[in-house]
């Protein structure tokens, strides 16, 4: 219903956001992209910081997912418990501008002894899901600060599990005794599969990590090796995590390319067929259909 | 020989230094202790850092360990490779300043595929035996920014293994999103020990790091438990790799006691016995040998 008049769909994470101006044919026909996380937002400002996008794309209807809705966002919007499908989403939509802007619950997963959430990453796998990108039954791996492996059956998501890879490179990159060595892009060469073979075959993360250091300083690795090598480690502990009940089928990796691309690599260096999808185009099929249910 | 005339012992890390001096009947008879550690020297600047801690102790030979000799510090010693025992350190001693100051070299540790560097501790370790305060055959576990694992038999180092244990607790206290979540002090009770069960317990040191956010989150844990279920994790997971080869008697924890207490809690609770040992003892033990062997 809301689709004819077109709206505007908005993924705001921590560090910045993205928002589409999706117009009445589903066709996306404008879009911007900042700095403005929701970190960089100060409390109180964030009815002017939307006023903002509506100022650049229009003055639609606006839905907006990801870390918005956190305590630490605009309105804090419950999460919705496993499991869950895009109905029970667009059920559990809250207004913080009544009729106006909506903010999209994230998921929240509990059973004996594990707690999980997320927040953004249900509208793409939803999406894909609901646009035939996937199928109804799979392993979703989603890349990025936090790596979500995610349980999809029946075209719902039943369970998933959060590894904190991107976060973790991203601090040892920026602020840690391996920053020197971390400066060069990860790439999916010789180095880089050498450590998501450390990593799927090894326990002990903290250790390996040190050992990054010591095989350069011991010529027993090159410098200009260790991003890469340190990228597959981590990426192998984390498929480790990921592959605990290994599918029969190919895993999907949704995200950003570069991301899927480093964990489609490392997948197959782990015996598992995977197949990439894009982020964008998940979460824009996602959003549309949560146009179409409100 | 050198001792008679009492020398000046100095422990120089990357974020600090302590410097004690050692009068001729090896009785430490002043100190110092300040935030010049080598990452806050300039190159060319350490000859005029040394001159400083002689104004201060006075004008004596000069006995400096840890990262001084490391190839960010003042003249690279290089890492002499295990096994190896005091009388080693003491041959491949490198005088800065020749007769005047001089820097004790760390150990370097290559076995098929493993690399593993100290520098620093290996003062402690072999003073700690050279001074019967460890036996001459034991497994040592040295808490710190990196906690390393050292195997001690018939009085030598014959392997290590490093975990960076420490430095990621300190990136995720200072950097990450866990941050707000683990500003209290960690202390050994009920959350810590819960902690250590989960980090000994289970594989995947990444994924449990994310959970500590969404069990505060979703209610499962108390916020003010999170720094010392943190920590208790971390350490867990530490002690799966140090006790791969668990030994039959006691592990003796050496370093500065509010480390050690916590190493040694975490060791009881994986069953195995724990002995502390001070690691400001040890080293001033294992320098004063030094000094006696130069």
């Given at each position: 219903?809301?689709?004819?008049?077109?709206?505007?769909?908005?993924?705001?994470?921590?560090?910045?956001?993205?928002?589409?101006l999706i117009?009445?044919?589903?066709?996306?026909?404008?879009?911007?992209?900042?700095?403005?996380?929701?970190?960089?937002?100060?409390r109180?400002q964030?009815?002017?910081?939307v006023?903002?996008?509506?100022?650049?794309?229009?003055?639609?209807?606006?839905?907006?997912?990801?870390?918005?809705?956190?305590?630490?966002?605009?309105?804090?919007?419950?999460?919705?418990?496993?499991?869950?499908?895009?109905?029970?989403?667009?059920?559990?939509?809250?207004?913080?501008?009544?009729?106006?802007?909506?903010i999209?619950?994230?998921?929240?997963?509990?059973?004996?002894?594990?707690?999980?959430?997320?927040?953004?990453?249900?509208?793409?796998?939803?999406?894909?899901?609901?646009?035939?990108?996937?199928?109804?039954?799979?392993?979703?791996?989603?890349?990025?600060?936090?790596?979500?492996?995610?349980?999809?059956?029946?075209?719902?998501?039943?369970?998933?599990?959060?590894?904190?890879?991107?976060?973790?490179?991203?601090?040892?990159?920026e602020?840690?005794?391996?920053?020197?060595?971390?400066?060069?892009?990860?790439?999916?060469?010789?180095?880089?599969?050498?450590g998501?073979?450390?990593?799927?075959?090894?326990?002990?993360?903290t250790?390996?990590?040190?050992?990054?250091?010591?095989?350069?300083?011991?010529?027993?690795?090159?410098?200009?090796?260790?991003?890469?090598?340190?990228?597959?480690?981590?990426?192998?502990?984390?498929?480790?995590?990921?592959?605990?009940?290994?599918?029969e089928?190919?895993?999907i990796?949704?995200?950003?390319?570069?991301?899927?691309?480093?964990?489609?690599?490392?997948?197959?260096?782990?015996?598992?067929?995977?197949?990439?999808?894009?982020?964008?185009?998940?979460?824009?099929?996602?959003?549309?259909?949560?146009?179409?249910?409100?």
């Open positions: 219903m809301r689709r004819a008049e077109g709206f505007i769909a908005v993924d705001w994470g921590t560090t910045n956001r993205r928002a589409w117009d009445g044919a589903g066709n996306c026909v404008g879009e911007m992209e900042d700095d403005q996380g929701i970190l960089s937002v100060e109180g964030f009815s002017e910081a006023n903002d996008i509506r100022r650049r794309l229009g003055d639609h209807l606006l839905l907006m997912a990801g870390m918005i809705g956190s305590n630490r966002g605009w309105v804090e919007a419950p999460y919705v418990p496993c499991p869950a499908g895009l109905s029970d989403l667009a059920e559990r939509l809250v207004w913080a501008e009544e009729g106006r802007t909506a999209i619950p994230g998921l929240s997963y509990l059973t004996d002894g594990e707690a999980d959430v997320m927040r953004g990453e249900e509208v793409q796998i939803l999406g894909a899901v609901a646009a035939d990108m996937v199928p109804g039954d799979c392993l979703i791996c989603h890349p990025g600060t936090h790596n979500k492996w995610i349980n999809v059956v029946d075209g719902r998501i039943i369970g998933f599990n959060t590894v904190m890879t991107g976060e973790i490179f991203s601090l040892l990159k602020h840690s005794l391996l920053a020197d060595l971390l400066r060069l892009p990860a790439t999916t060469g010789e180095a880089f599969h050498s998501v073979r450390r990593g799927l075959a090894h326990d002990g993360l250790a390996e990590l040190f050992s990054v250091r010591a095989r350069v300083l011991l010529d027993q690795a090159k410098r200009e090796d260790a991003a890469s090598y340190t990228s597959g480690l981590l990426i192998g502990a984390d498929i480790r995590v990921g592959l605990r009940a290994a599918p089928a190919e895993v990796v949704i995200g950003r390319p570069e991301l899927t691309s480093l964990y489609a690599s490392a997948l197959v260096e782990a015996g598992q067929e995977a197949r990439e999808v894009d982020g964008e185009a998940s979460f824009l099929a996602g959003i549309r259909q949560l146009a179409e249910l409100i």
